[in-house]
């Protein structure tokens, strides 16, 4: 499913419903820029007799490359199991980012994009000149502290130490002066009429006045002036001059909490895609107002609201499982882009991204564990392989049609979280069905964890040679032939058992905003809510409870291809 700035918000209580409902959830971003390897590591050599640096160095360059470049794309990928049928049902999110920030903040970003990376990604039909218009805003955790601050210090401007004048500045003296004998005469009047005064420069009513209006300093002293010899007027700044008012509490309150609604609700706009990424980790989305995405018209307001409060309290202190491929990269540019700074040693690197997420998984560390003979494949390669397995069931979500086909977009965010999602299912099921995974780690070899060099594979060059057996297999059969006709394509699909999907024509746009089934199913189909299943583990077809001992070895460690370490370990999985 696309996600854009145009419906982001009306889709926001959907995601986030899935999210509160998945298993776990799968990420994948894209960049405008990745780091030139081979020219840091001329620059600062620090590399073993193998050619391979450390995993500190390999941090700095990567932090350095996030630091420059941007996250264009993200995908997530919300897994969740089906009552009664024991089926995987995946439903992913595929969201191009906007980086320009609302122009009536403070927030200034450079955007840069490298020729290597935009060549690869135009490869792939990926039009950043599209996505960008369409994309969806954000604000990192940094740049909406910053933006509060600086919207905190406008506020108080009229608040400051005194200003004195010098006995020689005659024209401000003067204006002073005038300034005085105004508010004393409006203000001895018996009524009060009007009710304001504004201070402006003398003539500026006139026709023949060309001036811009009260200079900054001028400003300056009105403000000072009303606030410390009249605290019963209040000074409000407008176009040239500044208007006079007495002092109405109920007024000014009211006044004060209309600016903080608004500018709340800006920023609450701007954060976008972070809200996603807090729901994640378990943050606090108080300031999420179901008011920016529940249409003024909507009937049912108050059930929306209540459901979302519900999904909030249930997401609240509750971080979702992670998962990724070659995660260590996405960890680093996700950080920088949706939170802030990133430190200068690993160790404080790895520490954070533990408190955020407790729970990671690397599909590629499962796939390479013990098994150094597939480093090289990249990730539709590794999903080829294990799309074999006849176990467990795995099926698209009825309201995600975009990715039905086999061959979906590769190095499309969304379509990446979604293979990602598949291999760890079905890599983690076949690891502790055979038994094949060990306690302790080996010591990676000068063999072992090899990372390609551009054009012979990796996870962003097209890898040319493909043994036989990752071949894509043909699941199509004298079933689709009997297919009822839909708005997707026909013939069979990685998802090859019969589903409910199967049975669905296009889906109507009068979906409801948290589960995206359609509030009037066909005739005939029965669309059941996605909670835990209970499927029997013996039979192969089921994770690996999350507090088994199977995770202690795979859980919270990062395949870091092309270091001496071989791994970024993040800390103990949690029980």
Same mark, same amino acid.
């Not at 990685?494 to 009037?520: A, C, N, V």
């Given at each position: 499913?696309d996600?854009?700035?145009?419906n982001? !918000?009306?889709?926001?209580?959907?995601?986030l419903?899935?999210?509160?409902?998945?298993?776990? +959830?799968a990420?994948?971003?894209?960049?405008?820029?990745?780091?030139?390897?081979?020219?840091?590591r001329?620059?600062?050599?620090?590399?073993n007799?193998?050619g391979?640096?450390?995993?500190?160095?390999?941090?700095?360059?990567?932090?350095?490359?996030?630091?420059?470049?941007?996250?264009l794309?993200?995908?997530i990928?919300?897994?969740? %199991?089906?009552?009664?049928r024991?089926?995987?049902v995946?439903?992913p999110?595929?969201?191009?980012l906007?980086?320009?920030?609302?122009?009536?903040?403070?927030?200034?970003?450079?955007?840069?994009?490298?020729?290597r990376?935009?060549h690869?990604?135009?490869?792939?039909?990926?039009?950043? %000149?599209d996505?960008?218009?369409?994309?969806?805003?954000?604000?990192?955790?940094?740049?909406e502290?910053?933006?509060?601050?600086?919207?905190a210090?406008?506020?108080?401007?009229?608040?400051g130490?005194?200003?004195?004048?010098?006995?020689?500045?005659t024209?401000?003296?003067e204006?002073?002066?005038r300034?005085?004998?105004?508010?004393m005469?409006?203000?001895?009047?018996p009524?009060i009429?009007?009710?304001?005064l504004?201070?402006?420069?003398?003539?500026?009513?006139?026709?023949?006045?060309? @001036?811009r209006?009260?200079?900054?300093?001028?400003r300056?002293?009105?403000?000072?002036?009303?606030?410390?010899? !009249?605290?019963?007027?209040?000074?409000?700044?407008r176009? /040239?001059?500044?208007?006079?008012?007495?002092n109405d509490?109920e007024?000014?309150?009211?006044?004060?909490?209309y600016?903080?609604?608004?500018f709340d609700d800006?920023?609450s706009?701007?954060?976008? =895609?972070?809200?996603l990424?807090?729901a994640?980790?378990? /943050?606090?989305?108080?300031?999420?107002?179901?008011?920016?995405?529940?249409?003024?018209d909507?009937?049912?307001?108050?059930?929306i609201?209540?459901k979302?409060?519900?999904?909030?309290?249930?997401l609240?202190?509750?971080?979702?499982v992670? =998962?990724?491929h070659?995660?260590?990269l @996405?960890l680093?540019?996700?950080?920088?882009?949706?939170?802030g700074?990133?430190?200068?040693?690993?160790e404080?690197?790895?520490?954070i991204?533990h408190d955020?997420?407790p729970r990671?998984?690397?599909s590629?560390y499962?796939?390479?564990?013990n098994?150094?003979? =597939?480093a090289?494949?990249?990730?539709?390669?590794?999903?080829?392989?294990?799309d074999?397995?006849?176990q467990?069931?795995?099926?698209?979500?009825?309201g995600?049609?975009?990715?039905?086909?086999?061959?979906?977009p590769? !190095?499309?965010?969304?379509?990446d979280?979604?293979?990602?999602?598949?291999?760890? +299912?079905r890599s983690s099921?076949?690891?502790?069905?055979?038994g094949q995974? +060990?306690?302790?780690l080996?010591?990676?070899?000068?063999?072992e964890?090899y990372?390609?060099?551009?054009?012979e594979?990796?996870?962003?060059?097209?890898?040319?040679?493909v043994?036989e057996?990752?071949?894509?297999?043909?699941?199509?059969s004298?079933?689709?032939?009997?297919?009822p006709?839909s708005?997707?394509a026909?013939?069979?699909?990685?998802?090859?058992?019969m589903?409910?999907?199967?049975l669905?024509?296009?889906?109507?746009d %009068?979906?409801?905003?948290?589960t995206l089934?359609?509030?009037?199913?066909?005739?005939?189909?029965?669309?059941?809510?996605d909670?835990e299943?209970?499927?029997?583990n013996?039979?192969?077809r089921?994770?690996p409870?999350w507090d088994s001992?199977?995770?202690?070895?795979?859980?919270?460690?990062?395949? +870091?291809?092309?270091?001496?370490e071989?791994?970024? @370990?993040?800390?103990?999985w949690?029980q």
């Amino acid at each position: 499913m696309d996600v854009t700035g145009q419906n982001f !918000h009306t889709l926001l209580p959907s995601i986030l419903g899935a999210i509160a409902d998945a298993q776990f +959830v799968a990420l994948d971003l894209e960049f405008s820029g990745i780091s030139n390897q081979q020219k840091s590591r001329t620059k600062a050599p620090r590399q073993n007799a193998s050619g391979k640096v450390s995993l500190q160095s390999r941090y700095e360059e990567e932090r350095n490359a996030a630091e420059r470049y941007q996250v264009l794309q993200i995908g997530i990928t919300c897994v969740g %199991e089906s009552l009664e049928r024991g089926v995987y049902v995946l439903r992913p999110y595929n969201i191009n980012l906007n980086p320009f920030p609302d122009e009536n903040m403070n927030i200034q970003r450079d955007v840069t994009l490298q020729g290597r990376a935009m060549h690869f990604l135009y490869r792939h039909n990926f039009r950043i %000149e599209d996505s960008f218009p369409s994309g969806v805003h954000y604000l990192s955790r940094k740049e909406e502290a910053e933006e509060r601050q600086a919207e905190a210090q406008l506020r108080a401007r009229n608040v400051g130490p005194i200003v004195q004048l010098k006995e020689d500045d005659t024209l401000s003296l003067e204006f002073m002066d005038r300034v005085r004998k105004e508010v004393m005469a409006w203000k001895s009047q018996p009524v009060i009429t009007p009710d304001f005064l504004n201070i402006a420069p003398i003539g500026r009513n006139q026709p023949s006045y060309l @001036d811009r209006g009260l200079n900054s300093f001028q400003r300056l002293l009105v403000h000072q002036y009303i606030r410390t010899e !009249h605290p019963d007027l209040t000074t409000t700044t407008r176009q /040239g001059f500044i208007q006079i008012r007495t002092n109405d509490k109920e007024r000014q309150d009211a006044e004060r909490q209309y600016q903080n609604k608004t500018f709340d609700d800006r920023i609450s706009r701007q954060v976008g =895609v972070r809200w996603l990424v807090e729901a994640m980790n378990g /943050g606090d989305l108080s300031a999420l107002n179901p008011e920016s995405f529940i249409p003024a018209d909507e009937a049912n307001r108050n059930a929306i609201t209540s459901k979302f409060n519900d999904v909030r309290s249930r997401l609240k202190g509750n971080s979702t499982v992670l =998962v990724g491929h070659n995660l260590f990269l @996405d960890l680093i540019y996700l950080y920088a882009c949706l939170f802030g700074p990133l430190p200068d040693k690993v160790e404080d690197f790895q520490r954070i991204i533990h408190d955020l997420f407790p729970r990671i998984i690397d599909s590629k560390y499962l796939a390479t564990h013990n098994n150094p003979d =597939v480093a090289a494949f990249n990730l539709e390669q590794l999903d080829r392989m294990l799309d074999q397995q006849a176990q467990p069931v795995i099926e698209l979500h009825p309201g995600h049609t975009k990715y039905v086909t086999a061959s979906g977009p590769a !190095h499309e965010a969304g379509f990446d979280s979604l293979m990602t999602a598949r291999l760890l +299912v079905r890599s983690s099921i076949k690891l502790e069905t055979t038994g094949q995974y +060990v306690e302790e780690l080996p010591s990676p070899t000068d063999s072992e964890f090899y990372t390609p060099p551009e054009g012979e594979g990796g996870d962003l060059i097209d890898f040319k040679d493909v043994p036989e057996q990752l071949a894509v297999i043909d699941r199509t059969s004298s079933e689709s032939s009997s297919r009822p006709s839909s708005g997707v394509a026909t013939s069979r699909t990685t998802f090859s058992h019969m589903t409910r999907f199967d049975l669905l024509g296009d889906l109507s746009d %009068e979906i409801d905003p948290f589960t995206l089934q359609p509030k009037s199913p066909s005739p005939g189909i029965q669309l059941k809510p996605d909670t835990e299943c209970k499927i029997d583990n013996e039979t192969g077809r089921r994770l690996p409870a999350w507090d088994s001992d199977f995770w202690k070895v795979y859980g919270n460690k990062l395949r +870091v291809n092309g270091t001496m370490e071989g791994v970024c @370990d993040l800390g103990s999985w949690p029980q």
